[in-house]
């Protein structure tokens, strides 16, 4: 790997001057990063507002009927978008006592027969930064036109982009939940926007509910701010490492995180560092052989004492193979037997947080990983696709009837 200059903290890139930032091509990033507890207090005051409309949405939805009678739920997106709805299926499976699965957008597009039925009750919770993806907008249109049976809730950064302006047309089967522009990220990778979808996420599971997500969200906001400032020191110092994997694993909600993090590393580094993701059970079953001395190893440790278990014993095999360069642990609390297994331990310092809960906190690590290896590496975190591989949004993909 190319040896940049000595990175700066997230705050100091953030206080830089105007000109150093478009230099550097960190005008958006580091904010985005570093303002995300902040936008969630936001985020939550907004879905407060919009509370009681989105009850009434949801009941002709079809929530407030018996549970045979209740709407499959897909929770649609593409890329990060896709993650957002695998960090919040669990929650509304347990909430709202229905089927919820995430589904791509890509995967509706191509094969739409193939998981829609015609005749079935759904609703789709469609997540997208921009509102502007192809196959979003292509997906939502066709279930509009073609399937009266499908309602949408859209929840998007962008009140302007023309996946609200379709759910706008159809009042009667669609509603909008705009998030707060500054959730807009201006960067390439999505931040503020994933954690900021996945707390609004939160709040459409707990619309019938809101005072059980209240002191949720106060740990969650309160573990945020102390992440950020124990996180950005230890991923400074992690960049400087001479690794050029990354796998990160979890179970669960935090098998979400896993992928949204393998793919934050992975898109600020355009690629020049090789990241993948896991579950817990599944890392032995093959993917585990691509783990070596120039592996970053990041686990996402549970509270839940069944799955803490499994968790250990991962760990426990990796100290003792010695598989990889460096072990980080992200843990709801310290532990005296992790300390042991990991090189760098980062505690949430707080127990009380569900799992469920928890991926706007811990998916943090990652994006300042990210951050600073790209800049490490000589690219621009707001752009590190030098040759236009990637984009901020896909919206050039072309859709065929």
Not at 47 to 62: N, T
Not at 134 to 145: D, Q, R, T
Not at 187 to 212: I, K, Q, R
Request: proline content about 5%; overall charge neutral.
């Amino acid at each position: 790997m190319v040896q940049g200059r000595v990175i700066d903290g997230l705050q100091a890139l953030i206080g830089a001057s105007d000109k150093e930032k478009d230099a550097r091509g960190t005008r958006y990033t580091p904010n985005e990063i570093g303002h995300q507890p902040a936008t969630w207090q936001t985020t939550v005051k907004i879905c407060a507002q919009r509370r009681p409309d989105l009850v009434q949405f949801l009941r002709q939805a079809g929530m407030g009927a018996e549970h045979s009678r209740r709407p499959t739920v897909f929770l649609v997106g593409a890329g990060t978008s896709d993650y957002v709805g695998q960090a919040v299926a669990p929650l509304l499976r347990r909430l709202w006592g229905c089927e919820a699965w995430a589904v791509p957008s890509t995967d509706l597009l191509t094969n739409f027969d193939d998981l829609v039925f015609p005749d079935r009750p759904y609703l789709w919770v469609s997540f997208s930064r921009s509102g502007e993806s192809s196959e979003g907008l292509a997906v939502l249109e066709a279930a509009i036109e073609g399937y009266p049976n499908v309602r949408h809730l859209l929840v998007t950064c962008n009140q302007t982009g023309r996946m609200a302006a379709v759910c706008e047309k159809t009042p009667d089967r669609a509603f909008v939940l705009a998030l707060d522009d500054s959730t807009n990220d201006r960067g390439l990778a999505m931040t503020s926007s994933f954690t900021n979808m996945v707390v609004a996420g939160h709040c459409v599971a707990h619309a019938f509910s809101p005072e059980d997500y209240a002191g949720q969200f106060f740990l969650l906001r309160q573990a945020g701010e102390r992440f950020l400032e124990s996180a950005q020191e230890v991923a400074a110092g992690i960049a400087q490492e001479d690794f050029t994997k990354a796998c990160f694993v979890g179970s669960g909600v935090l098998r979400a995180v896993a992928r949204e993090s393998a793919l934050k590393v992975l898109e600020l580094t355009a690629g020049k560092i090789h990241t993948m993701s896991e579950s817990t059970l599944g890392l032995r079953h093959g993917p585990m052989s691509a783990l070596d001395g120039n592996t970053l190893f990041v686990s996402f440790v549970s509270r839940d004492r069944r799955r803490r278990s499994y968790e250990l014993d991962l760990l426990e095999e990796v100290h003792r193979k010695q598989l990889v360069k460096l072990r980080v642990v992200v843990t709801p609390d310290s532990a005296d037997r992790l300390g042991a297994m990991a090189d760098h331990v980062l505690s949430l310092h707080a127990p009380e947080l569900g799992d469920d809960y928890r991926a706007p906190v811990d998916v943090m690590l990652a994006q300042m990983l990210g951050l600073f290896c790209s800049l490490r590496l000589g690219l621009k975190p707001d752009s590190p696709s030098p040759n236009g591989v990637i984009s901020r949004v896909v919206s050039h993909v072309n859709i065929y009837p």
